[in-house]
Structures are given as structure tokens and as C-alpha cells.
């Protein structure tokens, strides 16, 4: 399994509306290869935002980052200074807190 985090902050966009767009986006996310879970993340004190998604493989993860979905998350201008950073899950120790 691996884990892609993905950070953001918002441009001259309210939390409220990036909600919606969220709430419009869920069944996108639910319905991609590969893709366990994705939680979204808000922190409206910092203005920082983003998801943390788990996936069954590193391929699958690649693949989603090669794709149009992750490409406009850079492209878009209301969400800026955008990192994403990925992890390999370690099996064992993850396995006996909850992470199959």
C-alpha cells in the first residue's frame, strides 16, 4: 500500500464553497483505480487544505498522478502552494493499528 498526501492553501476562495466543491467531487475520487480511501483534510487557522489517500499500489498511485484529475488539482488557481508528498506503507506494525 502506499499514501499520497496532498496539501493546499486556498486563493480568494471561502471554506464553505471549497466544501461544496468537495461534497461534488466525492463519488469522482470514490470511483478511481486503485484508490482505498481519501480523507479531506481542512484547517481553516491556517488556511490548509488537501487529502490524505490510500492506495492499494504504488501503480496505482502512479497512475493517478499521471492522470487529468491530479493535474488540475496544480492547474487550478484557487488552491496554491500545492505539495504532495508519498509514502510506502509499512505492513506489519500497520496492519496491528487498523490498516489492512
Known amino acids: 500500500m502506499h499514501i499520497l498526501i496532498i496539501n493546499f492553501n486556498l486563493h480568494e476562495l471561502a471554506r464553505a464553497q471549497y466544501e461544496e466543491v468537495c461534497n461534488d467531487l466525492a463519488a469522482t475520487f470514490a470511483a478511481v483505480p486503485g484508490l482505498i480511501s481519501k480523507a479531506w483534510l481542512a484547517n481553516e487557522e491556517t488556511n490548509t487544505y488537501g487529502g490524505v489517500y490510500l492506495w ?25 502552494n500545492v505539495t504532495a508528498t508519498d509514502f510506502e506503507v509499512i505492513a506489519g506494525p500497520s496492519k496491528v493499528t487498523g490498516v489492512a
Open 56 to 80: 492499494e499500489s504504488r501503480e496505482a498511485m502512479d497512475a493517478y498522478k499521471a492522470g487529468e484529475i491530479y493535474a488540475s488539482i496544480g492547474a487550478n488557481p484557487a488552491l496554491v
